[in-house]
């Protein structure tokens, strides 16, 4: 009894298995029709009730998906083959190559010194400035449209100590400097009154050649740097010139000019009279 009933369970046990469309054969698919009977025989053993030891539970040979355990060097990846580079900050958008920004006090100094008589104009900014992220693409604009000028940027937030040093205390700030000349003018405007930049930048635009070095920045601010403990910059003041010694002037004796030709002494203002007086009294003496 017990002989047929496990005939009747595998004669079932395939029965369902070849209606059941989503269960995987036990055979490969490379070899139907063609495995040998031993294949089949074990695979008929396997899932006997009576030589199986999971009691009465078929084995099921499921397809290997070859899914990569965790920590696997062969682990599943997605390469889109883009690149995300560094966002850029609102100051480094739309820069022109005659723009840049400054690094420190000494590179300010040697900028301003090596520009010759080309115009420089020195735009002091700050990262959280709202007024100075609006005028910036002006300013680029205008850079664009001016390519012999040079635009060195000064980040106050990263050169405070350069800054308190060099007086400057609003933003935006513009300084204007070309060769010889030393510093042109200094203001302060907004994206309202850009107009002043405007005007400043037609005005020292034209080329002009100064007669002597390079001026750069003034005496009292490159001292003001080197005096700055913060700063690693170093100065040294122009020798000044000894004055020249003063010279006595010898002159001649004063001579008094000669009065008349009798060299008399002239009467004085009160004791002059007139011509016509002079006349009267002549005429009266003849008539006598």
């Given at each position: 009894?017990?002989?047929?009933?496990?005939?009747?369970?595998?004669?079932?046990?395939?029965?369902?298995?070849?209606?059941?469309?989503?269960?995987?054969?036990?055979?490969?698919?490379?070899?139907?029709?063609?495995?040998?009977?031993?294949?089949?025989?074990?695979?008929?053993?396997?899932?006997?009730?009576?030589?199986?030891?999971?009691?009465?539970?078929?084995?099921?040979?499921?397809?290997?998906?070859?899914?990569?355990?965790?920590?696997?060097?062969?682990?599943?990846?997605?390469?889109?083959?883009?690149?995300?580079?560094?966002?850029?900050?609102?100051?480094?958008?739309?820069?022109?190559?005659?723009?840049?920004?400054?690094?420190?006090?000494?590179?300010?100094?040697?900028?301003?010194w090596h520009a010759g008589d080309k115009l420089v104009?020195?735009?002091?900014?700050?990262?959280?400035?709202?007024?100075?992220?609006?005028?910036?693409?002006?300013?680029?604009?205008?850079?664009?449209?001016?390519?012999?000028?040079?635009?060195?940027?000064?980040?106050?937030?990263?050169h405070k100590s350069m800054c308190y040093s060099l007086?400057?205390?609003?933003?935006?700030?513009?300084?204007?400097?070309?060769?010889?000349?030393?510093?042109?003018?200094?203001?302060?405007?907004?994206?309202?009154?850009?107009?002043?930049?405007?005007?400043?930048?037609?005005?020292?635009?034209?080329?002009?050649?100064?007669?002597?070095?390079?001026?750069?920045?003034?005496?009292?601010?490159?001292?003001?740097?080197?005096?700055?403990k913060d700063l690693s910059f170093n100065y040294t003041?122009?020798?000044?010139?000894?004055?020249?010694?003063?010279?006595?002037?010898?002159?001649?004796?004063?001579?008094?000019?000669?009065?008349?030709?009798?060299?008399?002494?002239?009467?004085?203002?009160?004791?002059?009279?007139?011509?016509?007086?002079?006349?009267?009294?002549?005429?009266?003496?003849?008539?006598?």
């Amino acid at each position: 009894m017990a002989e047929l009933l496990s005939k009747a369970n595998l004669f079932s046990y395939f029965n369902q298995d070849q209606h059941n469309k989503s269960s995987i054969s036990v055979f490969p698919k490379s070899c139907a029709g063609s495995c040998s009977m031993k294949l089949r025989s074990q695979a008929l053993r396997l899932s006997s009730p009576l030589t199986s030891d999971f009691h009465g539970h078929g084995v099921v040979f499921q397809e290997n998906k070859a899914i990569p355990k965790r920590g696997s060097s062969s682990k599943f990846s997605i390469s889109t083959g883009l690149r995300i580079g560094k966002a850029q900050r609102w100051w480094e958008k739309g820069l022109q190559p005659n723009m840049r920004e400054v690094a420190s006090a000494q590179d300010l100094v040697e900028s301003l010194w090596h520009a010759g008589d080309k115009l420089v104009v020195v735009d002091f900014f700050s990262p959280g400035c709202g007024g100075c992220k609006a005028l910036h693409p002006k300013i680029c604009q205008l850079a664009e449209m001016n390519p012999d000028v040079q635009f060195l940027q000064v980040n106050y937030e990263e050169h405070k100590s350069m800054c308190y040093s060099l007086n400057v205390h609003v933003l935006p700030f513009f300084r204007f400097y070309r060769g010889a000349h030393g510093r042109l003018c200094s203001f302060s405007c907004t994206n309202a009154t850009i107009k002043k930049f405007k005007d400043a930048l037609a005005k020292h635009t034209p080329d002009r050649c100064g007669l002597g070095p390079t001026k750069g920045l003034e005496e009292k601010e490159l001292l003001a740097l080197a005096a700055n403990k913060d700063l690693s910059f170093n100065y040294t003041p122009k020798p000044q010139p000894m004055p020249a010694p003063a010279v006595e002037e010898v002159g001649l004796a004063e001579v008094p000019p000669p009065h008349s030709i009798l060299n008399l002494p002239l009467p004085l203002p009160s004791t002059l009279k007139s011509t016509q007086e002079i006349e009267d009294k002549t005429l009266v003496s003849a008539g006598r």
